[in-house]
């Protein structure tokens, strides 16, 4: 059974930081490219990074120079670390594979708010 649980979220000020940490279970999780997908209200889930089993990442351009996505593949966790973050961050964070593993692997996420 696939278990994606994602924390870390709150409540920041805009041009604060936050570490969202993800725990996975019940995946073959060191070999998957993971990722950190978003949904913001009324608008569709994106993914906004990734990385790779051996360490490579990528970004979305809105994220790039901001966010930091790491993973600790003894312990199954990925993180991301968001820095100087925006109002238009607001979203529910979640981490899945890449590609995500279906409709039913996706877990309850993390809630960011950014005020400004």
């Known amino acids: 059974q696939v278990q994606l649980v994602a924390s870390g979220g709150g409540l920041v000020q805009a041009g604060g930081s936050l570490r969202l940490s993800c725990g996975a279970s019940g995946i073959m999780f060191r070999i998957y490219v993971m990722g950190w997908y978003r949904q913001a209200p009324g608008k569709q889930r994106e993914r906004v990074a990734l990385?790779?089993?051996?360490?490579?990442?990528n970004y979305a351009d809105s994220v790039k120079g901001r966010f930091t996505i790491s993973r600790d593949n003894a312990k199954n966790l990925v993180y991301l670390q968001m820095n100087s973050l925006k109002p238009e961050d607001t979203a529910v964070y979640y981490c899945?594979?890449?590609?995500?593993?279906?409709?039913?692997?996706w877990g309850q996420g993390t809630q960011v708010t950014v005020s400004s």
């Open positions: 990385i790779s089993s051996e360490g490579s990442t």
């Open positions: 899945n594979r890449v590609p995500d593993l279906g409709a039913k692997s």
